[in-house]
């Protein structure tokens, strides 16, 4: 889902790097950001989609006829919910998210899933397992309440009952303001046991994990850049990305080919 066209753009233009001849479709939640990601169309192959619209009640007047995933037909509601991590607007985002996701899997499709702050350096379906697994993609340290840690800014899913009762659950907590849709599906993920691969963190460009993987970059072993753990407003996203990409400008499509 990209609200920042910087991020976005430096998504697909990795993404059509390593992957040429395949389809990007991009979550957009305004007309901004959905005119902006019909300019990609000149150079690659993408298809721009709102989130399906989904009841926003447990965020206003439950006789609102406003939708959740397309948060510009309410300016004034929008520009009126608080910003930054776990605030309104990234719930909202994230519940977005967690109901496409679901509608994907229900419908018999896998799909890849990557936050507009992650970047391909590899075929990711060269590294995640196509069988054998519901779940597979990078994944933080353990946690005493978290035993697989999952993180789903980068991810691979594919159709099983126990995701779509992940997924499922994991929405239903997420209505309670606070949730972080990352914990609450880990939370449900490990209750039902859902089969995952963690990618090995050496070669894995999670953020959170840059102890495991940043003394092997240079070798070239890492598949993904996910600038997860940073903060926007502080600029140690945009730092971090440039630092281990090796971007001069982060937001043009000069970017290093693979």
């Known amino acids: 889902v990209s609200t920042q066209s910087t991020w976005g753009e430096n998504a697909a233009v990795r993404f059509h790097a390593v992957l040429p001849r395949a389809a990007l479709v991009m979550l957009v939640m305004d007309t901004r950001v959905a005119a902006w990601c019909a300019t990609l169309r000149a150079w690659m192959r993408v298809a721009c989609v709102y989130p399906r619209q989904t009841s926003a009640a447990e965020y206003a007047n439950p006789n609102s006829k406003r939708r959740l995933c397309e948060y510009d037909r309410d300016a004034a509601w929008w520009a009126s919910v608080s910003e930054g ?10 519940k977005c998210k967690t109901t496409t996701l679901l509608e994907i899997v229900q419908a018999g499709l896998r799909v890849l899933w990557m936050d507009t702050d992650a970047i391909l350096l590899k075929n990711p ?15 933080g340290e353990p946690r005493p309440t978290i035993r697989v840690n999952r993180n789903n800014g980068m991810q691979l899913l594919s159709p099983c009952k126990p995701l779509v009762k992940a997924l499922k659950k994991t929405l239903e907590l997420q209505m309670w303001p606070g949730g972080n849709d990352q914990w609450l599906f880990n939370s449900a993920a490990n209750e ?40 926007v407003k502080s600029g140690k996203k945009r730092a971090w990305m440039a630092k281990w990409a090796g971007f001069r400008s982060f937001g043009n499509r000069s970017l290093p080919r693979v």
């Open 85 to 94: 991590a776990k605030s309104g607007k990234w719930l909202v985002i994230t």
């Open 125 to 139: 379906l060269a590294v995640l397992p196509q069988r054998g697994y519901c779940w597979a993609g990078a994944c």
């Open 192 to 231: 039902l046991q859902l089969s995952s691969w963690c990618a090995p963190r050496e070669s894995d460009g999670y953020g959170c994990n840059e102890a495991h993987w940043a003394p092997h970059f240079h070798e070239g072993r890492v598949w993904h850049l996910h600038a997860s753990c940073f903060s």
